[in-house]
């Protein structure tokens, strides 16, 4: 199905806004960046503005001009294939360098004249003495070569998910934990991610992995994050360039809190009070210390008489002008302090107000799915955060590596609660899909992840009593049971 603002041919698309997020695409390089006027964008060895393209379709190609101004690509008509002049084949061209009669400061002299890279590309073809020669295949590898090197196109793009899970596994694989984007697309499926359920979010992969949550929900439900450390992380989340409105839903706790608030010791005690009070009981403090200068003050004029009378009436004015200047700017200062104070204190009092917010949705355990996609060890994450999902709900849990996952499963079984848990690695193959040349390419990803997935269900208690772990020791394992009656029967 199509995405909506997605334009079709019929309706136009989504146009490039300022203060937008937008995706630079060149063949198959993305770069995420604001778009602002005047702002300077280095791109694969190119620089230029993106002043000329606010106001353009999503997906637009353009060419950079002199300048750094961005142009539209106009659409040329390439030559077909029956026009051409091939060779059978690409045995008897030696590859000696003497082959392209224009030398690089002939190349260099066009650029300085201002000649187009489409241009410069058909004047390599035309003095190079082997192109005739080769094959077609091999005349289309050498264009597309050229055209890498001295065209400057750029196209701009929407972000999504697709492009942002590509762009930072091209780009900065480590920061997402080397989560590949077919892996985190099973990661979406297998938790049913869908409008209007409730779901929570563990990741420590820039927010990429909430932000897909967030976009495959569409604005609708609610999204609890939980965070290690002092706040979350949602680099990635900003670069989806999602409204406003997306965020009034989404809360977030921190892990720290997760362990009181399932012993019910939780408490924001530790937090200020609504900012009214303390900033009265602020300023009472600062009228003490008011006071108590002023005291000190009279003290040392009494003390310091006897040597003020000796002074002249002009240096006498002149301190008195100094006195009043500093008098103005402890005033200020004051002030300025005061304020600060009370921006603070509502700040952390809003903080506290979103906490319990936060407490009293998890309190509710009954979470729509849980997913899972940390540096840390999953084991001790879900045997906690599994508490807070309902009976009858998937969960997801990625990992890079297998052992982790392997241990996490094992504890599960122990402890119960869950049906269907399946341990999944997802592989993946690129293709060339071209006219006589569909094949695989050379290169491929050695490895995406592994997935642990699986289905609440409602915990016995009787398993669960640490009184009974000698019963379940003792207890025939299930695949056991199951062979012995297939014999049987």
Request: a negative charge.
């Amino acid at each position: 199905l199509e995405q909506p603002g997605m334009g079709d041919g019929l309706r136009p698309g989504p146009r490039i806004c300022e203060g937008d997020c937008a995706v630079l695409k060149r063949d198959d390089v993305f770069k995420a960046v604001p778009v602002l006027r005047r702002r300077k964008i280095i791109f694969e060895k190119q620089w230029f503005y993106l002043d000329n393209a606010i106001g353009h379709i999503y997906g637009t190609t353009f060419e950079v001009t002199s300048g750094g101004n961005l142009q539209p690509k106009q659409e040329v008509e390439e030559t077909t294939t029956e026009t051409k002049e091939a060779g059978t084949d690409n045995r008897n061209i030696v590859d000696d360098g003497k082959s392209q009669k224009l030398t690089h400061d002939d190349i260099k002299a066009l650029k300085d004249k201002g000649i187009k890279g489409q241009e410069i590309v058909q004047q390599l073809i035309e003095n190079s003495t082997t192109f005739r020669d080769k094959t077609e295949f091999a005349q289309d590898k050498y264009i597309k070569k050229k055209k890498k090197k001295y065209e400057a196109v750029i196209t701009i793009v929407k972000p999504s998910t697709r492009i942002l899970s590509t762009m930072y596994y091209a780009r900065e694989p480590g920061k997402i934990n080397h989560l590949r984007y077919d892996t985190l697309a099973q990661m979406l499926t297998l938790g049913n991610i869908r409008a209007g359920s409730k779901m929570i979010v563990m990741e420590t992969c820039a927010g990429l992995v909430l932000g897909a949550v967030m976009e495959r929900m569409g604005g609708y439900g609610s999204i609890i994050q939980m965070y290690p450390g002092g706040g979350p992380v949602r680099a990635a989340t900003s670069c989806f360039g999602f409204p406003k409105s997306f965020f009034d839903n989404l809360h977030e706790f921190p892990l720290s809190k997760v362990d009181s608030l399932l012993s019910g010791t939780f408490s924001t005690e530790t937090l200020p009070s609504e900012p009214e009070d303390d900033v009265l009981v602020e300023e009472e403090i600062n009228g003490l210390t008011e006071e108590k200068q002023t005291s000190l003050h009279e003290t040392e004029e009494e003390s310091t008489t006897e040597a003020a009378m000796e002074i002249n009436q002009t240096e006498e004015q002149e301190t008195m002008d100094i006195n009043a200047d500093d008098a103005e700017f402890k005033e200020n200062k004051e002030k300025e302090n005061k304020e600060n104070v009370r921006e603070k204190q509502r700040k952390q009092w809003e903080r506290r107000k979103k906490l319990i917010e936060t407490a009293a949705l998890l309190r509710e355990k009954n979470a729509d799915g849980l997913i899972v996609a940390s540096k840390f060890h999953p084991t001790p994450l879900l045997l906690s955060l599994l508490e807070f999902v309902a009976p009858s709900r998937p969960f997801v849990v990625y990992c890079q590596y297998k052992e982790p996952l392997l241990e996490c499963y094992t504890k599960l079984r122990e402890r119960g609660g869950v049906i269907n848990l399946k341990l999944s690695e997802t592989w993946l193959r690129n293709y060339q899909v071209l006219p006589d040349r569909s094949h695989p390419k050379l290169t491929m990803s050695g490895g995406g992840g592994y997935l642990l997935s699986g289905i609440t269900v409602v915990l016995d208690k009787g398993k669960a009593d640490p009184t009974n772990l000698e019963a379940l020791k003792m207890e025939e394992p299930s695949c056991k049971r199951c062979k012995y009656c297939l014999s049987s029967s």
